[in-house]
């Protein structure tokens, strides 16, 4: 049965507490982008300029931490690193309601969401790189896939329920609310008794200590891109999810303005599409990390890039020529649960096939090939869409993905490394 495999896995205390919290946090990142938006509403309504430079002090610090996090990620407890950013975060969240709500100047505000997101590039590769030492390697990729859901959860319930409470109880609610998710997700980490698999022999941490002070950060950099540069099963699933995000960034404005033109509305529809594609991504996970054991990895996330592109298209020229929402919402639900295996099986890849002391470095590279693929091809689309039809976009995109796993599907069929 699909649920008692979860249900097992959920037996295991540690990545119990580590899931819950995830779930609470990331609806509490929902209340705080919310209240941001809300909050710039009411300092500067109507800026776009002031609402996009919020958006840049979010993801600036992946480029400029996230190196140098990944490092001390693979130095430190993993535990203790991800309770102390909740902590951290936490406190921080909170001085916006307590003193910088009311401040004349934006600049203040910025800064904490700046240092808070700089905080969280430490977090990320430390929650990707602790689920190994929490389960047995029989279970990881239901972990991974479970880890997944997290996020998945909070894009069906987050966005829709923070809109709500923010409008109702008004922007500082919401940052309090997301200060107060930041302290439960900490306190729930803090409970965490397994400690990672590196810390239990005193001989090795005593040899570890000795090369951390021989070493520097630099150096480890520098290595951690060596070993991401030679292994190809890290260069192979690095590659995927720059293109994914890459397809990521090139539809998300683009579709945002094909589905108020074509539905005819500006936020609502928008926003229940969002919920429909969410359920899929979630169901899609749950029956992947059931049934996924018994595929490769690798021809899954070719065969979801196929399968992902062509829904892309099928939806582009469907709600093109009939705008029904109904319609609109089953295309977006089928398109999640087809994407969702990509992320899960790379996660599980990188896993299997990395050092446990390289996780934090390698993760924190992914995080900026994300990152860096979503916002050079969200910039080359907005201008694309200017002068292009925008369904033509989605089209292109869609047929891109589909031919890059078809080509990838019939030439890694023939490698043995993929069995």
């Known amino acids: 049965m699909l649920m008692s495999k979860f249900t097992e896995v959920f037996k295991n205390r540690n990545f119990f507490l580590l899931w819950l919290g995830q779930i609470i946090s990331q609806l509490g990142d929902r209340l705080d982008q919310m209240a941001l938006i809300a909050f710039i509403?009411?300092?500067?309504?109507?800026?776009?300029?002031?609402?996009?430079?919020?958006?840049?002090?979010?993801?600036?610090?992946?480029?400029?931490?996230?190196?140098?996090?990944?490092?001390y990620v693979d130095r430190w407890d993993r535990r203790r690193t991800m309770y102390v950013c909740d902590?951290?975060?936490?406190?921080?969240?909170?001085?916006?309601?307590?003193?910088?709500?009311?401040?004349?100047?934006?600049?203040?505000?910025?800064?904490?969401?700046?240092?808070?997101?700089?905080?969280?590039?430490?977090?990320?590769?430390?929650?990707?790189?602790?689920?190994?030492?929490?389960?047995?390697?029989?279970?990881?990729?239901?972990?991974?896939?479970l880890v997944n859901t997290t996020g998945m959860i909070a894009a069906i319930l987050g966005f829709g329920i923070s809109g709500v409470v923010v409008e109702w109880l008004g922007a500082k609610s919401g940052f309090y609310l997301d200060s107060l998710s930041f302290l439960i997700s900490g306190t729930l980490i803090f409970l965490i008794i397994k400690k990672a698999k590196a810390h239990f022999s005193l001989k090795k941490v005593s040899q570890e200590i000795v090369e951390v002070i021989r070493k520097s950060a630099l150096q480890e950099i520098?290595?951690?891109?060596?070993?991401?540069?030679?292994?190809?099963?890290?260069?192979?699933?690095?590659?995927?999810?720059?293109?994914?995000?890459?397809?990521?960034?090139?539809?998300?404005?683009?579709?945002?303005v094909f589905v108020q033109k074509t539905l005819n509305s500006a936020t609502k529809d928008l926003g229940l599409l969002i919920m429909f594609l969410?359920?899929?991504?979630?169901?899609?996970?749950?029956?992947?990390?059931?049934?996924?054991?018994?595929?490769?990895?690798?021809?899954?996330?070719?065969?979801?890039?196929?399968?992902?592109?062509?829904?892309?298209?099928?939806?582009?020229?469907?709600?093109?020529?009939?705008?029904?929402?109904?319609?609109?919402a089953m295309l977006s639900f089928l398109l999640g649960a087809v994407i969702s295996p990509i992320t899960i099986?790379?996660?599980?890849?990188?896993?299997?096939?990395?050092?446990?002391?390289?996780?934090?470095?390698?993760?924190?590279?992914?995080?900026?090939?994300?990152?860096?693929?979503?916002?050079?091809?969200?910039?080359?689309?907005?201008?694309?869409?200017?002068?292009?039809?925008?369904?033509?976009?989605?089209?292109?995109?869609?047929?891109?993905?589909?031919?890059?796993?078809?080509?990838n599907l019939i030439y890694h069929r023939k490698i043995s490394w993929l069995d």
């Open 41 to 71: 509403y009411l300092r500067a309504p109507g800026s776009t300029l002031e609402i996009a430079k919020a958006l840049s002090f979010t993801i600036i610090p992946v480029f400029l931490i996230g190196p140098i996090a990944g490092v």
């Open 87 to 145: 902590f951290l975060r936490a406190v921080l969240v909170l001085t916006i309601p307590l003193f910088l709500f009311y401040s004349r100047r934006l600049a203040p505000v910025y800064l904490v969401i700046f240092v808070v997101f700089c905080i969280g590039r430490f977090f990320v590769p430390a929650k990707l790189s602790i689920v190994p030492d929490l389960v047995d390697k029989k279970d990881l990729l239901m972990a991974n896939s």
């Open 222 to 256: 520098k290595e951690g891109i060596l070993y991401f540069i030679r292994n190809k099963d890290i260069r192979f699933t690095s590659g995927v999810i720059f293109i994914l995000w890459s397809a990521l960034g090139a539809v998300y404005v683009v579709l945002i």
């Open 278 to 328: 969410g359920t899929g991504l979630f169901l899609g996970s749950l029956v992947y990390g059931r049934f996924g054991q018994r595929l490769s990895q690798y021809k899954t996330i070719f065969a979801s890039l196929i399968l992902s592109g062509m829904m892309l298209v099928i939806f582009a020229i469907t709600i093109e020529n009939y705008p029904y929402f109904l319609i609109a």
């Open 345 to 407: 099986a790379s996660n599980t890849i990188i896993h299997n096939v990395s050092d446990n002391q390289m996780r934090g470095k390698i993760f924190s590279s992914l995080e900026i090939i994300m990152h860096l693929g979503f916002l050079l091809f969200m910039f080359i689309s907005s201008i694309l869409a200017e002068r292009f039809s925008k369904s033509l976009i989605l089209v292109i995109v869609g047929c891109i993905f589909s031919i890059l796993g078809i080509i």
